[in-house]
């Protein structure tokens, strides 16, 4: 059989047709849940679990009366999204903080994303008045370029303080 006569869609291969017709179904499929998958939950290649701080983590200070005491912080990447630079991740962030001394105080937190030479890979800052004897809880979010995401290793923060009337 020559190639010029050898046709899929002749009445003798009427078996090709449903074949043929199935890869270019699954083709379609897969296109299509490559342009949809990075905001499928199940398809998404991020991990949309918060990832905490573990145990001993702690204000490091040598001011005996620091007024802070930490709780807990948490990360999540939440969706991935086209921005002006290409790819980008979006995340999230939550720090607990609690106010032990006794007057209010604006607390400011810089979290940060790092690789793992510590070097700062994205950051979202976010504000709070926390009153005395209070547990605050301060959010935040940002974007992260897609390649800076995958070097991410862990988390940092920065925190300050300020007395404040209201």
Do not use: C
């Not at 449903?18 to 499928?40: D, E, G, Q, R, S």
């Not at 802070?68 to 086209?82: C, H, N, T």
């Not at 105080?105 to 790092?114: A, Q, S």
């Amino acid at each position: 059989m020559s190639l010029s006569e050898f046709n899929i869609f002749d009445n003798e291969n009427e078996s090709n047709k449903k074949y043929i017709t199935v890869i270019i179904i699954i083709i379609f499929a897969l296109y299509i849940l490559h342009y949809f998958a990075p905001n499928i939950g199940f398809l998404s290649p991020l991990d949309k679990r918060w990832h905490n701080s573990g145990s001993g983590v702690y204000i490091d200070t040598d001011d005996e009366d620091y007024p802070l005491q930490f709780k807990e912080d948490r990360y999540r990447f939440v969706s991935i999204e086209e921005g002006y630079r290409g790819k980008v991740i979006n995340w999230q962030w939550i720090y607990e903080v609690k106010n032990i001394s006794d007057r209010p105080l604006r607390i400011n937190v810089k979290y940060i994303l790092e690789d793992d030479a510590d070097f700062e890979l994205a950051s979202s800052n976010s504000s709070k008045i926390i009153d005395s004897g209070e547990v605050g809880v301060l959010r935040g979010s940002s974007t992260i370029n897609i390649n800076d995401f995958r070097r991410v290793d862990g988390r940092g923060w920065r925190i300050g303080y300020n007395e404040t009337n209201y």
